[in-house]
Nanobody, 122 residues
Framework: VQLQASGGGLVQAGGSLRLSCATS????????MGWFRQAPGKEREFVAA????????FYADSAKGRFTISRDNAKNTVYLQMNSAKPEDTAVYYC????????????????WGQGTLVTVSS
């Protein structure tokens, strides 16, 4: 499966942005989908994940209450709605696909997109 993330850009603190991740090669419903991010000089970290149907989701503490992961399997697309953005959210955001639910570790995801840069200005 191939993943293509998009939607990054510049947003002011307190603003909103929606990231998209389009899958191809195999239907999105075959995978658990996750979002990760990597800030400059830091390791890549887990942000959010969605179960195959989208009925189950879980988040990193930093994302709870502000970010929402969702998916439209008919469109083979997963989204990350970012609200109340903070400067510390500035990072390259990556979508990833895996086969096991409940995973926060990078190595548990098998496929990765190329990343989209989100910059939050203060």
């Amino acid at each position: 499966v191939q993943l293509q993330a998009s939607g990054g850009g510049l947003v002011q603190a307190g603003g909103s942005l929606r990231l998209s991740c389009a899958t191809s090669g195999r239907t999105a419903s075959s995978y658990v989908m996750g979002w990760f991010r990597q800030a400059p000089g830091k390791e890549r970290e887990f942000v959010a994940a969605s179960s195959w149907s989208g009925g189950g989701t879980f988040y990193a503490d930093s994302a709870k209450g502000r970010f929402t992961i969702s998916r439209d399997n008919a469109k083979n697309t997963v989204y990350l709605q970012m609200n109340s953005a903070k400067p510390e959210d500035t990072a390259v955001y990556y979508c990833a696909a895996g086969s096991r639910w409940g995973q926060r570790s990078l190595e548990k995801y098998d496929y990765w997109g190329q990343g989209t840069l989100v910059t939050v200005s203060s």
